[in-house]
């Protein structure tokens, strides 16, 4: 009777120790980031990563440059052609292999949080249009120098099991560079760019304005978030506008790209019909 007791108690501790993995897992994980982990292994969703799944990153400011202290308010997304949902764990670290965490991640993302100095998912994201995106804030140390922004994203099936159906990968890791800003370039009158897209949201055209400066061979590209290039058009005259049909491009968030040389200004296009 005492042996039987024993093993049906140990039973139960099992039950509710996978119990509580499961759930640990479907609402985030962290310290995923390293190329020597991700999400695979132990029963763990796929063994290995694959390209099928892509995890890109975005800036608002079309910049992964800021200043001591200063704020970037970045997108992770996640991007599957017919899988259901998506999971995240990214964080910035000091090279792309340490687990030294740098700055602070911060989000108002309702479908994320912030665990052990990472960003993860409470619960898979439903895709839409074959992706899902998590947007969040790093605020930069106040030490100069080029720190690590690190994902991996899971794209699931959402039959409720971390099977092999469930495909993940990692993404490039991006360089975020914190310097100071120079006042003595800031007032030599430097030539920057400039971009504008109005209307915004639009439905069917938008004018896209431009100065170049003394910048030369630029080019105006509308792009889509993961980067698939939709319209392109070169651009001769060093300021103007150009009148662009959308009629081709379905409703969703798109970047419009300034291209001159190694710099390039960006701007959000919203189409909404």
């Known amino acids: 009777?005492?042996?039987?007791?024993?093993?049906?108690?140990?039973?139960?501790?099992?039950?509710?120790?996978?119990?509580?993995?499961?759930?640990?897992?479907?609402?985030?994980?962290?310290?995923?980031?390293?190329?020597?982990?991700?999400?695979?292994?132990?029963?763990?969703?796929?063994?290995?990563?694959?390209?099928?799944?892509?995890?890109?990153?975005?800036?608002?400011?079309?910049?992964?440059?800021?200043?001591?202290?200063?704020k970037l308010e970045i997108t992770v997304i996640v991007a599957h052609p017919s899988l259901a949902a998506a999971g995240i764990d990214v964080g910035v670290k000091t090279t792309k292999t340490s687990s030294t965490t740098v700055g602070v991640l911060s989000t108002s993302d309702n479908g994320a949080r912030?665990?052990?100095?990472?960003?993860?998912?409470?619960?898979?994201?439903?895709?839409?249009?074959?992706?899902?995106?998590?947007?969040?804030?790093?605020t930069a140390p106040a030490t100069e120098g080029t720190y690590f922004l690190r994902a991996v994203g899971n794209a699931v099936n959402r039959n409720g099991n971390a099977d092999g159906s469930d495909v993940w990968n990692f993404a490039t890791p991006v360089e975020l560079v914190v310097k100071k800003t120079n006042a003595v370039d800031e007032n030599t009158n430097e030539p920057t760019l400039s971009l504008g897209v109005f209307p915004n949201p639009s439905a069917d055209h938008a004018t896209i304005t431009y100065d170049i400066a003394s910048f030369s061979n630029a080019m105006i590209e509308i792009t889509d978030l993961m980067g698939r290039s939709f319209i392109k058009q070169s651009v001769d005259n060093s300021s103007g506008k150009v009148d662009v049909s959308l009629l081709a491009l379905p409703v969703g968030i798109y970047q419009v790209v300034l291209h001159s040389g190694d710099v390039q200004k960006v701007e959000r296009l919203v189409i909404a019909r």
Do not use: D, Y
């Open 1 to 70: 009777m005492l042996v039987r007791r024993i093993f049906i108690a140990l039973t139960l501790s099992l039950c509710f120790v996978t119990s509580g993995v499961a759930l640990a897992e479907s609402s985030g994980q962290t310290g995923r980031t390293a190329p020597s982990f991700g999400c695979g292994g132990n029963g763990c969703h796929a063994n290995s990563s694959s390209t099928a799944t892509s995890v890109t990153f975005t800036s608002a400011s079309g910049s992964f440059t800021v200043a001591p202290g200063g």
């Open 114 to 138: 912030i665990a052990n100095s990472e960003l993860t998912h409470n619960s898979p994201k439903t895709m839409t249009g074959g992706k899902a995106e998590f947007t969040f804030t790093w």
